[in-house]
């Protein structure tokens, strides 16, 4: 081995040098120019804290994140033939990586996506208006993959919407729609809203079913209720599966005030 000394090495730019002399330990090896380390003891201080040298290398990567990167650039477009063929056994190994440290990535995903939401959703809109499908077939191959998920996800939506959840998840949502009259202004939707948010209330603290009912009834024999804010109410689902589609024994005010 050339003999040079630190000083010399710094100003090559090289990572070792080499004195010739024996270190402390009487090891006749390089040494590191930037902490004057042996090479051999430190590989023997890796050798005896395995887990030590690791999490440090960990640490130093995370904290050199750029440094990294730019070095495997470098060694990827030195070695192209080698990148290439080996291909599938870096996606093996990512993959592996990945499901290691998947609960990580999936948690500061998640805080990304609550801190960024808002931006997220419009880029998703614009990337989902230009080209649904990719995004359609994802939902339902990720539905019949995770058929247990879908119906957690429906019972939690059921749990969270209550009344409102009932009364749109059937046949009905079509009923509704044809008796909703278009000149209602957004005010009278956010009324109609706020219908369903009551009844949801009154269920929470009398811990009983709850049905947002149309006082005139929208699918009644006679009658074609609106599905107006003036038009509902909450009552419990017993009086309301009673009452079943009869219009009230007094008729009511069914104006607005
Ligand atoms: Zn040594």
Request: with cysteine; hydrophobic share 25%; net charge positive.
């Amino acid at each position: 081995m050339k003999i040079i000394t630190r000083k010399q090495a710094k100003a090559l730019g090289l990572k070792r040098y080499f004195t010739g002399m024996p270190c402390r330990h009487g090891h006749i090896s390089e040494k590191y120019t930037g902490c004057k380390k042996c090479v051999e003891c430190n590989d023997e201080w890796k050798l005896q804290n395995p887990e030590k040298s690791k999490n440090a290398a960990t640490a130093w990567r995370k904290a050199n994140r750029e440094k990294c990167c730019a070095y495997s650039r470098k060694w990827q477009k030195a070695h192209p033939d080698y990148y290439r063929e080996n291909v599938q056994q870096r996606q093996k190994t990512n993959k592996a990586l990945y499901y290691r440290k998947r609960d990580t990535i999936l948690a500061e995903k998640k805080i990304y996506y609550i801190e960024n939401k808002s931006e997220i959703r419009v880029k998703q809109k614009i990337r989902y208006k230009k080209n649904p499908q990719p995004t359609i077939d994802a939902a339902s191959k990720w539905q019949k993959e995770n058929p247990g998920r879908v119906r957690a996800n429906r019972h939690a939506r059921k749990v969270a919407n209550g009344p409102k959840y009932r009364a749109y998840s059937t046949a009905y949502k079509k009923k509704i729609k044809v008796a909703t009259p278009p000149w209602l202004t957004p005010e009278h939707h956010v009324q109609i809203e706020q219908a369903y948010r009551f009844a949801q209330l009154k269920e929470l603290l009398t811990k009983q079913p709850f049905h947002v009912d149309h006082i005139y009834p929208i699918q009644g024999k006679t009658s074609c209720g609106l599905h107006v804010p003036w038009n509902l109410r909450a009552i419990t689902a017993k009086e309301n599966m009673t009452k079943h589609n009869k219009l009230p024994a007094e008729p009511q005010s069914c104006h607005q005030e």
